[in-house]
């Protein structure tokens, strides 16, 4: 699997920080800590457009605490997982991860690993 490293926010986090960190670290997906739920970028799109009326009525943005947004809960494999399994896991979710071995595993993940040249058959 790809190495991605596993990244955390707080419940105290701001919309801001948490936009920060996923820029600064060129990533879509942040875990809360101790747990395994988790906020990404198509979550907080979903949040704006539905909830917040793109934003006309809503002041501070950035300074909204994340505790208002809703969080998703990735499942945990065994890190003996096949991609297929991994792959069914995820067909259901309407924002597919997964967690192994201290990694964050998305479908991208998958099509990385099935387009890489060490791949066995």
Same mark, same amino acid.
């Given at each position: $699997?790809?190495? /991605? ?5 707080? #419940? ?7 936009? =920060?960190?996923?820029?600064?670290? =060129? ?5 809360? @800590?101790?747990?395994? /739920?988790?906020?990404?970028?198509? %979550? %907080?799109? #979903? /949040?704006?457009?539905?909830? !917040?009326?793109? !934003? ?6 950035? @300074?909204?605490? &994340? ?15 096949? +991609? =297929?399994?991994?792959? #069914?896991? $995820?067909?259901? $979710? ?6 192994? =071995? ?6 991208? *993940? &998958?099509?990385? +690993? !099935?387009?890489?040249? *060490?791949?066995? +058959?």
């Amino acid at each position: $699997m790809p190495e /991605k490293p596993l990244l955390t926010f707080s #419940q105290d986090s701001t919309v801001g920080d948490i936009l =920060n960190l996923m820029l600064e670290k =060129n990533i879509r997906r942040l875990m809360l @800590e101790d747990s395994n /739920k988790f906020i990404n970028d198509r %979550i %907080i799109l #979903q /949040k704006i457009t539905d909830e !917040l009326k793109c !934003l006309k009525e809503t002041e501070n943005f950035l @300074e909204l605490s &994340i505790k208002d947004f809703k969080v998703e809960e990735a499942t945990s494999v065994s890190g003996d997982t096949k +991609i =297929n399994e991994l792959s #069914q896991i $995820m067909y259901d $979710m309407e924002h597919p991860c997964v967690v192994s =071995n201290g990694k964050i595993i998305t479908p991208w *993940d &998958i099509c990385v +690993i !099935l387009l890489s040249e *060490d791949m066995r +058959i």
